[in-house]
């Protein structure tokens, strides 16, 4: 390998494609080496500090039919569910309660039917001083201007894989409306958020760098990868999961592109492999999800599988502590509730 040693510093916008493809490879010591960079860059950057987001799971309805998603409006056995402006209202109070997140995520399937129910809790949850962080999927450019100009400041859509082709092929829409998509959030002046799954159908290593390139452009302000979840009653339940080094590298790769932003450490990561979050963690991720949706509406919301790992508070502090890592705390008045954290 030649412009890689484990002493020198990369500047990963310099590298070509084949490049890439080697660093996506790198395990062991070389793999630990490059964890090792994308941390010295966070720290850097100072965004070392671990934010942690509530999730509310708002709608499994969904418009779309993607092949790795068991809530695709194709599959008829799945009940569906929607909550109401108050269920989301007092749940808020709950994320609150923690005095630890400061922003609540608020996902649902593509459910325009969720639209009247955001414009009015958007402003309230605004009062309670939460930022509001969204993941609905695609959007006339109208909504989203809406939902800006009522108080919401980021937006989470992933291009998934930025292979045309491909992503056809499993979303059955254009990877073009996604993208198109994602510039009109950020003329809405949203902060965007985006990124790949590894392990889809036909990836390659070369479109697997093309991912990075594509994320790389963008300019995200939050980024992610994911490994691959096989999902019961899809059309790719009988796939295997998606390579946990692929995605680890592609995250490290992420921070020392994109030093500055939140990249999170998902849960399916930690569900193909116990402590997989907290190896996202020493990849360079600085972002954990904790999930408030209600038990009774968790196991509805279908998003990696029928077990997904569910990720509690205390798991989160856990793991942020076995990376030797701190909490982000919503502000330095704030008082910590140490009931909760212990
Ligand atoms: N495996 C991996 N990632 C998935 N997502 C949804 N289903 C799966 C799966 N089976 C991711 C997609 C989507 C985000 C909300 O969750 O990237 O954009």
Redesign the pocket.
Known sequence: MKFWTQEENIDIKQLTKSELIELLQLEGEMQQSLFQKARVMRRLHGTDKVMLRGVMEISNYCQKN?D???MRAANKGLERYRLSAEEILYLAEEIKKTNIISTIFL?SGQDPNCDPILEEVIPELRKLNLNVLL?LGERPREVYSKFAELGADSY???F?TSNPDFYKEIAYTSLQKRLQCLSWLQEAGFKVGT???V?LPNQTLDTLAEDILLAIKLQPDFV?S??????QN?P?EKLSY?NINYTLNTMAIYRLALPSALIPT?S?LEKIQKHGQLMGLNAGANVLTINFTPTGYRQKFR???EKRFVVSLDHALKTIEEAGLQVHLPSQETSLNYSLIS
Request: proline share 7%; hydrophobic share 35%.
């Open positions: 993607c790795y998603c068991a996902q993941c989470i859509l992933k998934e990124g790949n799954i392990g992610s994911s490994p691959f979840i096989p999902n899809t790719l998606g998902v399916a998003i990696y599988s």
